[in-house]
């Protein structure tokens, strides 16, 4: 099983980027679906973008589609989640999950977390 640590949230104006990462340790990387989730303040955790095991999938929610994009590099065992074009809306906290061998848009499929990585956008 492998853990998880994301990295790279901070507070930005609308319109800026920021990259986070998703660095699990542990064994076997390459078999895990990774999706990204946020909660943002006083809401359910809900789903924002998802990739395949060897990268050849993705899928995104309606809200991030164009401005965001997940990539993973299995070499580094890895995940990111490139946001651009960041509004307030975006607001919340990222987490970062895996799921091995299957993909699920429901975070209640998901038993390995990491620990959140806050994005505020703020003017």
């Known amino acids: 099983q492998v853990q998880l640590v994301e990295s790279g949230g901070g507070l930005v104006h609308p319109g800026d980027s920021l990259r986070l990462s998703c660095a699990a340790s542990?064994?076997?990387?390459?078999?895990?679906?990774i999706s990204w989730f946020r909660q943002p303040p006083g809401k359910e955790r809900e789903f924002v973008a998802i990739?395949?095991?060897?990268?050849?999938?993705?899928n995104y929610t309606d809200s991030v589609k164009g401005r965001f994009t997940i990539s993973r590099d299995n070499y580094k065992n890895t995940a990111f989640l490139q946001m651009n074009a960041l509004k307030p809306e975006d607001t919340a906290i990222y987490y970062c999950?895996?799921?091995?061998?299957?993909?699920?848009?429901?975070?209640?499929?998901?038993?390995?977390w990491g620990q959140g990585t806050q994005v505020t956008v703020s003017s």
């Open positions: 999950g895996a799921r091995a061998f299957s993909s699920s848009y429901y975070s209640e499929d998901y038993r390995i």
């Open positions: 542990g064994r076997a990387f390459n078999i895990y679906t």
């Open positions: 990739i395949s095991w060897n990268g050849g999938v993705t």
